[in-house]
C-alpha cells in the first residue's frame, strides 16, 4: 500500500543487530578518497557498506554467523539445519539449534577460514553417513532433519554438465587435445619437463582451456535444472522439459557419437558383453555392475549384431538418466 | 520489441502488435451454430471441470472495460454501451464481447489493497498475499485437485508464457506449469531423427531396470518426483496433435485472430478440449501509465473479439458447460488520468470478468460510487474470488489438501465464496 499522506520517519542505516549509524556530514569535495570515472573505481572516504563488514567480522551479531553457518552446513549436507535456507524466521526454527549455535561459533572462532569450517564438516560422522539406510531402518530417522541418513544430493546444473561430460569421455578427449595442442609449443615443452611444479602448472592450463572451450554446456544445463535467478537453489524439481532435453537435445546425442577414445569408441572395441558392462557401470557409475546387471547389459545385446552401436548408445543413455547418476548419493 | 510508454515492469517487456493489424480483417460474428460440432460435444460429457484464465498483464483499466463511467471526471474518452444482458452496460471497446455478456458474470467491487504488479500477480493467482506460507498457484491447486493422475497432457499450462517452477509451493514442482512462450511445443518433444519410437521405448525399459536397483535401497520424494518426469515426458510426446491449431479450420482460426492472442486462446481451447485441467493464456501490455486511451483501445481490440470467439466456440462445442472463463490482471487503473494521459497502478476498487461453468450468468456483483473512486457495495478482495472460482469448479474451498502428511486449507480460512456469484 502506497499510501502519500503519512510522512514517513528518516530511518538511519543500521547494521544487523547493532546501533543506528548516522552518515558523517562531509563537504561535498571531501566525500571521495579516490574520485571515481569511466575507468577508476571510486573509494569513498565514508562507506556504509564498511560499517556492515565490521559487525560481520566481530562475529557479535548471532543471526549473522549462524546463517553463514547454516549456509555452508546446507552446501556439506543437502540441507539446512535451518530449512529452506531463505526461510530464516522464528517460525521456522533449526532442527538442531545447540549445534546450530556451535557451528556459528566456530566460525567467529576460526575468523570465518570457511576452509577449515568445511574440512570438519566433512570430518563429522553426520557428513560420512551412508544414504541407505538399510532393512531394519526405523521410518521415523529417514525424515531428512533428523540428518541419521545421508541425502540425496541432486547434482547442480554444472556439476551434471560436467559428470556427463566426464562419464561419456567426452572432457578425457577434449584433455588429451588441449594438452597436446599446448605441448606441441616446443619452448613450453621444455618449462614443464623441468619440475613437477612446472608439469602441475600445464594441467593447470589444460583445465582452464578446457573449460573456456566446453563450459557453454553448462549453461544449457541451466537453462533446464536451475532455479530461477536471485532465489536460493534448494529446492529439487523434476520436470518433463527436463526429461524431453536428455533424451531428444542434440548435446547428449553428441556426446554419445563414438570418437576416437571416449566412451563410446571404447566400448565399441569390447567384444564380451560382461566386459562391456563392466567399462560402461565404472565410466557412468563408477562401481561395477551387479551379477543381475551384467545380465541384463548381455540380454539387451541379444540380437542386436547389426545396430550394437545403437544398442549400446541406449545403455549409456539409461545409465546417464538414472537417479544413480543424477543425485549425489 | 521494448514498449517505451510503461513504467518499465516485466509485463512490457514482451513485444506488441501493431495497431492496425489488430483492427484489419474484422467479420462478423456471433452466428448461432457457426462452430457447432457435435462429435467434440459428446466427447466432453464427463465431468471434469476446467479452468481457463486469461491474464491481461499489467492492469487492465476497469473504466475502459467492466465498469465505465462515463461522462464524469474519471470516465474518459469512451462511452458505455449496451450487452446481451438488459440494464448491464460495459464500455465501447467491448462491442463483441457485450454480446456474450449472458454467458458472463462482472464482479466490479473488487479491493486488493495493492498496487504491487509482482504482489497482484500472486494475490490474484494465489488468493492470498504472499508471505509466509509457500501456498500453491490457482493452476497447481487446480491440477492436483482436478487432474486426473494418469492423464496423457499436464494439468497446468501457461500459453505465453515461460513456466514457473516455483509456483506450486508446498504441492511440489510435479504440479508446476508447462510453460509455451510461444504457444508450441519446445522443439526438444520432438524426437531427432534416427530416433525410432520402438528405440526410445526399449532404452527407457532399460532405464526403469537401472532405477530399480537404485530405489531398491532408496527411494525419496526427489527421487519419485525425477522418474515421474521421464514418464511424463514420453506422455508429452504422444500428443504432439494437441498442440497443432494449425489442424483447426482455417475460417476458426481467422475468427480467434491472426496474432500471438488469437493463437493463444486457440490453442487454450484445443487443450482444454484433450483434458488440460487449467490453462492460463496472457496478453500483454496493460500497463499504461501512458496514452492509457490509445494503448486500451488498441489492445482491447486485440482482445474483443478473440475473447468473444473464445466463448462462442466454447459454447458451441458444449464445453463452456465444464469450463470456468476468468478475465482477470493484477490489479486495475486509477480513476485520475495523470498529466500523460495514462492512469496508474490501482487496487481500491476494480473489476474482473468470469464466464461459464458454475456462475451465475448476467450477474453483476458489486457496485462502486459514481467516478469510480471507491467500492460501495459488497466489497471483495482477490481471497473471495479464490473460493469463489473453486466452488464454481465443484470443489469445497474450505476443504483441506494433503500434504507430506499434513492437512492445508486450500484457500484462506478467514475468506469465503461469493455465494450469490454462484450458480
Not at chain 1, 588429451?176 to 613437477?196: A, H, K, M, T, W
Not at chain 2, 530399480?212 to 519419485?224: G, I, K, N, S, Y
Not at chain 2, 483501445?297 to 476468468?326: P, W
Request: net charge positive; proline share 6%.
Amino acid at each position: 500500500m502506497f499510501d502519500t499522506s503519512v510522512k514517513k520517519e528518516r530511518v538511519l542505516p543500521c547494521p544487523p543487530g547493532g546501533e543506528a549509524i548516522a552518515d558523517p556530514k562531509l563537504p561535498k569535495a571531501e566525500l571521495y578518497l579516490v574520485v571515481g570515472s569511466a575507468k577508476v573505481r571510486p573509494v569513498p572516504r565514508y562507506s556504509r557498506r564498511e560499517q556492515l563488514a565490521q559487525v560481520v567480522a566481530q562475529g557479535t551479531n548471532p543471526f549473522l554467523k549462524r546463517n553463514v553457518a547454516n549456509r555452508l552446513w546446507a552446501l556439506m549436507m543437502g540441507r539446512g539445519l535451518v530449512h529452506p535456507l531463505d526461510f530464516y524466521h522464528s517460525d521456522n526454527p533449526p532442527s538442531h539449534p545447540e549445534l546450530l549455535e556451535l557451528l556459528g561459533d566456530y566460525l567467529v572462532q576460526t575468523r570465518y577460514d570457511l576452509r577449515e569450517f568445511l574440512r570438519q564438516l566433512a570430518l563429522s560422522r553426520t557428513y560420512q553417513r551412508s544414504s541407505t539406510p538399510g532393512p531394519q531402518f526405523p521410518k521415523e530417522l529417514l525424515e531428512p532433519s533428523r540428518f541419521a541418513v545421508a541425502a540425496l544430493r541432486p547434482l547442480s546444473p554444472e556439476q551434471l554438465a560436467w559428470s556427463m561430460m566426464e562419464a561419456t569421455g567426452t572432457t578425457t578427449v577434449a584433455r588429451q587435445r588441449v594438452r597436446q595442442q599446448l605441448l606441441s609449443d616446443p619452448r613450453l615443452r621444455d618449462i614443464v619437463s623441468l619440475d613437477s611444479k612446472r608439469q602441475r602448472l600445464l594441467e593447470e592450463m589444460v583445465q582452464q582451456r578446457l573449460v573456456a572451450a566446453w563450459g557453454r554446456n553448462t549453461q544449457v544445463f541451466a537453462q533446464h535444472y536451475a532455479g530461477p535467478s536471485g532465489e536460493s537453489q534448494d529446492q529439487f524439481f523434476a520436470t518433463a522439459l527436463q526429461a524431453l532435453f536428455l533424451n531428444n537435445g542434440s548435446v547428449i546425442r553428441s556426446w554419445l557419437t563414438p570418437r576416437m577414445g571416449n566412451l563410446m569408441d571404447r566400448l565399441l572395441q569390447k567384444k564380451d558383453p560382461d566386459q562391456l558392462a563392466e567399462e560402461m557401470y565404472l565410466s557412468v557409475l563408477t562401481r561395477f555392475p551387479t551379477p543381475e546387471e551384467r545380465q541384463a547389459v548381455a540380454q539387451y545385446l541379444q540380437g542386436r549384431d547389426q545396430d550394437r552401436q545403437k544398442a549400446i548408445g541406449e545403455m549409456v543413455w539409461a545409465l546417464l538418466a538414472s537417479v544413480e547418476f543424477r543425485f549425489n548419493h | 520489441m521494448k514498449c517505451r510508454y510503461a513504467c518499465g515492469s516485466v509485463e512490457h517487456v514482451i513485444g506488441r502488435r501493431a495497431f492496425l493489424g489488430s483492427l484489419a480483417g474484422v467479420t462478423g460474428l456471433g452466428t448461432v451454430g457457426f462452430f457447432t460440432q457435435p462429435a467434440v460435444a459428446q466427447a466432453m460429457k464427463r465431468q471434469q471441470k476446467h479452468l481457463l484464465v486469461i491474464y491481461l498483464a499489467g492492469g487492465l483499466s476497469q473504466l475502459e472495460s467492466w465498469d465505465p463511467k462515463p461522462g464524469t471526471d474519471t470516465g474518459g474518452p469512451f462511452r458505455a454501451i449496451k450487452t446481451s444482458v438488459p440494464g448491464v452496460h460495459i464500455c465501447e471497446l467491448l462491442p463483441y464481447t457485450a454480446k456474450q455478456m449472458h454467458r458472463m458474470a462482472l464482479v466490479r467491487s473488487l479491493n486488493t489493497r495493492n498496487v504491487d504488479h509482482g504482489m497482484g500477480r500472486y494475490q490474484m493467482t494465489h488468493g492470498r498475499n504472499r508471505g509466509g506460507l509457500n501456498v500453491p498457484h490457482l493452476g497447481a491447486l487446480t491440477a492436483r485437485l482436478l487432474h486426473p493422475k494418469e492423464h496423457p497432457l499436464p494439468g497446468f499450462i501457461r500459453v505465453g508464457e515461460r513456466g514457473n517452477i516455483k509456483e506450486a509451493g508446498y504441492l511440489g514442482p510435479e504440479y508446476a506449469s508447462l510453460g509455451l512462450p510461444d504457444g508450441k511445443l519446445p522443439p526438444v518433444a520432438q524426437r531427432p531423427k534416427g530416433l525410432t519410437v520402438q528405440d526410445d521405448l526399449r532404452r527407457h525399459d532399460f532405464l526403469r531396470r537401472v532405477n530399480d536397483h537404485f530405489l531398491a535401497r532408496r527411494r525419496t520424494a526427489e527421487t519419485e518426483a525425477y522418474t515421474h518426469s521421464f514418464e511424463q515426458a514420453l506422455q508429452l510426446m504422444e500428443q504432439q496433435e494437441a498442440f497443432r491449431i494449425e489442424q483447426e479450420p482455417q475460417k476458426l482460426r481467422e475468427q480467434y485472430g491472426d496474432h500471438p492472442f488469437g493463437r493463444h486462446c486457440l490453442l487454450a481451447r484445443r487443450l482444454i478440449e484433450r483434458g488440460v485441467t487449467y490453462v492460463q493464456v496472457t496478453h500483454t501490455n496493460y500497463d499504461t501509465h501512458h496514452e492509457n486511451f490509445n494503448f486500451h483501445l488498441e489492445q482491447l481490440g486485440e482482445f474483443d473479439r478473440t475473447f468473444a470467439t473464445l466463448l462462442e466456440d466454447l459454447a458451441s462445442r458444449g464445453l463452456l458447460e465444464h469450463v470456468l472463463v476468468v478475465v482477470m490482471s493484477e490489479f486495475g487503473r486509477t480513476p485520475r488520468i495523470n498529466e500523460r494521459f495514462g492512469r496508474d497502478h490501482w487496487g481500491k476498487s476494480w473489476s474482473i470478468a468470469l464466464a461459464g461453468c458454475g456462475i451465475q450468468h448476467g450477474a453483476v456483483i458489486g457496485k462502486t460510487n459514481k467516478n469510480g473512486t471507491e467500492v460501495v457495495e459488497r466489497e471483495v478482495d482477490h481471497g473471495h474470488l479464490f473460493h469463489t472460482y473453486l466452488r464454481a469448479l465443484g470443489i469445497d474451498s474450505s476443504g483441506t489438501v494433503e500434504v507430506n502428511g499434513r492437512e492445508m486449507p486450500i484457500a484462506d480460512p478467514a475468506r469465503e465464496p461469493i455465494e450469490e456469484l454462484l450458480a
